[in-house]
């Protein structure tokens, strides 16, 4: 069975060579040491929007700007959003490519006609770029994805919303925001899918001559 997440898959597919050598032989790509403050900011934004659940109001950063509710159910969200390839998160099976997908979302949104909106964080230490929210996009499509194939209707678009440090004061940080809103596609995210597969049950492919991590490995 190949395993892959919504956030790791565009990482994975960089370099066909990795890809190849991580499904086949378990050769994965060196990882570092874990950046833990992005994980952590996720969490003060996943707090924060909670305090805004159930009531008439949304979140400052996004009032006014989306039409649509924070989705209620919060043992269903929060089910959502704990993952591990073992249990929890929103995950789903595609047999005849051999492939289980599964991830955490961050935030869901509810459309006026009951669909759902994927809904991610992202916190960066600067400003976004023109194209920032392009390298999410295999991320949000593959969200889409997951829910459909779960029975859920969703939307034809999701969100991001990237957070980045502006000023500090003691014992305050204060945060710049900017929303993203995106078009997602499952039968996209089901092409990314397909090659995958392709890539991984295929013969040995050369490495990307820009990969850091072949030329570490000399392959």
Same mark, same amino acid.
């Given at each position: 069975?190949? +395993?892959?997440?919504?956030?790791?898959?565009?990482?994975?597919?960089?370099?066909?060579?990795?890809?190849?050598?991580?499904?086949?032989?378990?050769?994965?790509?060196?990882?570092?040491?874990?950046?833990?403050?992005?994980?952590?900011?996720?969490?003060?934004? +996943?707090?924060?929007?909670?305090?805004?659940?159930?009531?008439?109001?949304?979140?400052?950063?996004?009032?006014?700007?989306?039409?649509?509710?924070?989705?209620?159910?919060?043992?269903?969200?929060?089910?959502?959003?704990?993952?591990?390839?073992?249990?929890?998160?929103?995950?789903?099976?595609?047999?005849?490519?051999?492939?289980?997908?599964?991830?955490?979302?961050?935030?869901?949104?509810?459309?006026?006609?009951?669909?759902?909106?994927?809904?991610?964080?992202?916190?960066?230490?600067?400003?976004?770029?023109?194209?920032?929210?392009?390298?999410?996009?295999?991320?949000?499509?593959?969200?889409?994805?997951?829910?459909?194939?779960?029975?859920?209707?969703?939307?034809?678009?999701?969100?991001?919303?990237?957070?980045?440090?502006?000023?500090?004061?003691?014992?305050?940080?204060?945060?710049?925001?900017?929303?993203? +809103?995106?078009?997602?596609?499952?039968?996209?995210?089901?092409?990314?899918?397909?090659?995958?597969?392709?890539?991984?049950?295929?013969?040995?492919?050369?490495?990307?001559?820009?990969?850091?991590?072949?030329?570490?490995?000399?392959?």
């Amino acid at each position: 069975m190949i +395993k892959v997440s919504p956030s790791g898959i565009s990482s994975l597919l960089e370099c066909h060579r990795c890809l190849w050598l991580q499904m086949n032989e378990s050769v994965k790509r060196p990882r570092g040491i874990y950046p833990s403050l992005p994980d952590g900011m996720d969490n003060v934004f +996943k707090n924060y929007f909670d305090e805004y659940r159930g009531g008439d109001a949304l979140p400052p950063e996004i009032e006014g700007k989306i039409d649509a509710r924070l989705f209620d159910d919060r043992k269903k969200l929060n089910a959502w959003r704990e993952f591990n390839f073992g249990r929890g998160g929103i995950r789903a099976s595609f047999p005849e490519m051999d492939i289980e997908v599964a991830g955490a979302i961050d935030e869901l949104l509810v459309a006026p006609d009951g669909k759902l909106i994927p809904f991610d964080f992202k916190t960066r230490g600067y400003p976004t770029k023109e194209d920032t929210h392009e390298h999410y996009r295999t991320q949000l499509d593959l969200y889409a994805l997951l829910f459909k194939k779960n029975g859920f209707e969703v939307s034809t678009h999701a969100y991001l919303l990237f957070f980045w440090p502006q000023s500090y004061g003691i014992g305050n940080a204060n945060f710049k925001s900017e929303l993203v +809103k995106m078009d997602v596609s499952p039968s996209r995210a089901l092409s990314v899918l397909e090659e995958v597969h392709k890539i991984a049950t295929g013969p040995s492919p050369k490495s990307h001559e820009k990969c850091e991590y072949c030329m570490f490995r000399g392959i």
